[in-house]
């Protein structure tokens, strides 16, 4: 066969070949995403996330007694959730070494806390608490919005501590002011968290801390198991049920009931998170249907599905109103009493 003809045999395969598969699709494994992600998913490269530097750290020595698998520190405790997800209580974890691990890190912790109408009275007790108990020797940043900018008292933190004052607007309804949170949080990490932090908490500001709060609750998607629900069944928990809502759990699912006043994370894990739960209320507000417990509702829906990597004892938000049982051994933060009708007003 010369080479002319062995030429139209090739193109008469080829076409004949194309003709019955179509055209080869040329793959560039190397190049092409993994899987498909959209824009809001991927946008969160943080450039602290990015540092490539290869640095060989070493933990400086330490002297701590030895663990053993056979010597559990707890046993009166569930001390790892079904997805392995660690729960952080008192007497399971030596403070040092983690103290140790962080310090070579250097992150940037921030604290985004409310303090709208007649909740100013709680930014004194909060501060003042945070800033020797909340993790103390810690970079941290305290964002703190209030539509009474004047009435923040001025305070001395700690060097490594800084307090930012952001006006906010307030709303009639406490629900909104509450719920709401959800929204600004998500558009400050947008505009501007995700440049200056690398980790970021919600919390309450009708709180006070009075133990160490330390680098133990710093992980990828952290909750907080309520004090008033965790040996509750999960059928009994304060969910919303009603499939009308965004924030419905179907009967017979929930793991733990987490409280809305701290929860945190990753700056990017906490933008889906408030952007996925503000996106539910508002869906519930064009439908017409509150959730029961606000957002915390949707909260507790957002963390059935996508699961904490990290879970925090009721140590870590009790309930001043409850008696302490003896699981409980340290009261690390706690709401302060209130009149629900004269400060929601
Ligand atoms: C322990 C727990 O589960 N707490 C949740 C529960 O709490 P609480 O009863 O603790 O709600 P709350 O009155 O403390 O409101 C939540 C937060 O919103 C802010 N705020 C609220 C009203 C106001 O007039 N001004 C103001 O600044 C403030 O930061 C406050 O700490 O229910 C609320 C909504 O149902 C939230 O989900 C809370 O996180
Ligand atoms: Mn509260």
Excluded at 44 to 56: A, G, I, Q, W
Excluded at 160 to 189: A, C, G, T
Excluded at 190 to 209: A, K, P, T
């Amino acid at each position: 066969m010369d080479i002319r003809k062995e030429h139209i045999l090739v193109v008469i395969l080829m076409a004949g070949i194309i003709g019955f598969f179509g055209i080869p699709h040329i793959s560039q494994p190397s190049c092409q995403p993994v899987r498909q992600v959209d824009l809001d998913e991927t946008f969160l490269v943080l450039p602290r996330e990015t540092d490539l530097n290869v640095t060989f750290s070493v933990l400086p020595r330490m002297s701590y007694p030895q663990p053993f698998l056979d010597k559990p520190r707890r046993t009166d405790v569930l001390l790892m959730s079904p997805w392995l997800a660690p729960i952080v209580w008192e007497g399971t974890f030596n403070r040092d070494i983690l103290n140790a691990q962080y310090r070579q890190k250097n992150v940037i912790v921030g604290v985004a806390t409310f303090a709208v109408k007649k909740y100013v009275r709680f930014i004194e007790g909060f501060l003042g608490s945070a800033n020797k108990f909340f993790l103390s020797g810690h970079r941290v940043n305290f964002y703190l919005f209030t539509d009474h900018p004047e009435k923040v008292p001025s305070m001395k933190l700690a060097p490594e501590k800084r307090l930012f004052i952001i006006p906010v607007q307030n709303y009639s309804r406490w629900q909104d002011i509450s719920m709401n949170r959800m929204d600004i949080i998500s558009s400050h990490i947008r505009s501007r968290w995700r440049y200056e932090v690398d980790y970021l908490y919600s919390m309450d500001i009708d709180v006070q801390m009075f133990e160490h709060i330390g680098v133990e609750i710093i992980d990828t998607l952290v909750g907080t198991i309520s004090s008033w629900q965790y040996t509750k069944p999960r059928d009994s928990n304060s969910y919303e049920r009603r499939p009308e809502s965004r924030a419905a759990i179907p009967s017979g699912e929930g793991d733990f009931y987490y409280a809305a006043s701290f929860y945190g994370g990753s700056v990017s894990e906490v933008y889906r998170l408030t952007t996925a739960c503000f996106k539910g209320v508002t869906e519930d507000r064009a439908n017409g249907i509150e959730a029961k417990w606000h957002e915390e509702s949707h909260l507790n829906k957002y963390l059935l599905y996508h699961k904490p990597t990290r879970l925090l004892s009721p140590e870590y938000y009790w309930d001043e109103e409850l008696s302490r049982p003896r699981i409980v051994r340290v009261k690390r933060l706690s709401s302060v009493r209130k009149d629900l009708k004269e400060v929601r007003f």
